[in-house]
Every structure is written in C-alpha cells, then in structure tokens.
C-alpha cells in the first residue's frame, strides 16, 4: 500500500532525534518505521507516521525543514524470503527499488520501500 514518508534534515547533535520524536509524540504522532542516515553535520531523518496531518502540522510547527514522498508499505511476516519475494515481484514488472528500509516485531515486519513507481509497485504487490 502507498505510505507518507516524512524526510527532514537535521543537526546531527546529541539530543536532535529525541526532541523530535518527543515534538511528534506530544501531537499524538506515532512512528511506524524510522531510518536515519548522516554525517557529521547534519543526517536525514526519514519515517512513516500517522497520523499524517497531525505529524505535518507539528514538523511545520516545530520549523523543521522537510518534506513529504509517496513510499510503498509492505506488512510481511518476519520469515526468511519475505524481502527476496517483494523484490523479485517488483523487478519482474521492471521497477527498481531506490532503498528500504523496516522495523520487525511480534514477527511481523513492516518495509518502507522508496521506488520510481510507488502506484505501480502498490498494485503489483497487491495481486
């Protein structure tokens, strides 16, 4: 299923992630899948979150610099195979997967996938 990924830029300083995990929190935000990635100035943050309206409007609040991207959504089980499926699908109809990314628990995973075709790929893994 289609997803709103939240991408923001952020000072890569001790307590940076906290405060805005504990900003989104207080807007009744939750964090479904997390990635982060940086050096040693700055990083991207980029998550799935909802609810989205709520999470948009505490980023503006807060005065984050961010932006939003359309990202494919994929509940599997955590099994071995699960990722290998999802990318053989999604090669076979000739769509290429940009980065992924997840979190697991309770044996099932969700997968944030970044691809150059985000209905297509939603479609194809929804057959």
């Not at 989104?24 to 943050?45: F, K, P, S, T």
């Not at 932006?67 to 195979?81: I, M, N, R, S, Y």
């Not at 997968?111 to 057959?127: G, I």
Request: hydrophobic residues 45%; contains cysteine; negative net charge.
């Amino acid at each position: 299923m289609e997803a709103t990924q939240f991408c923001i830029a952020l000072s890569n300083k001790a307590g940076a992630l906290g405060l805005l995990c504990a900003s989104l929190r207080h807007g009744g935000v939750n964090i479904d899948a997390l990635y982060v990635a940086g050096d040693e100035d700055c990083c991207w943050v980029n998550f799935v979150a909802g609810p989205v309206r709520e999470a948009t409007e505490v980023l503006a609040k807060e005065g984050h610099n961010f932006f939003t991207e359309k990202v494919l959504l994929a509940k599997v089980q955590d099994e071995p195979g699960e990722l290998e499926a999802i990318s053989q699908r999604l090669a076979e109809a000739d769509i290429n997967i940009n980065y992924v990314y997840g979190s697991c628990t309770g044996g099932a995973c969700t997968l944030v996938f970044n691809v150059d075709e985000v209905e297509k790929a939603s479609k194809v893994l929804e057959a």
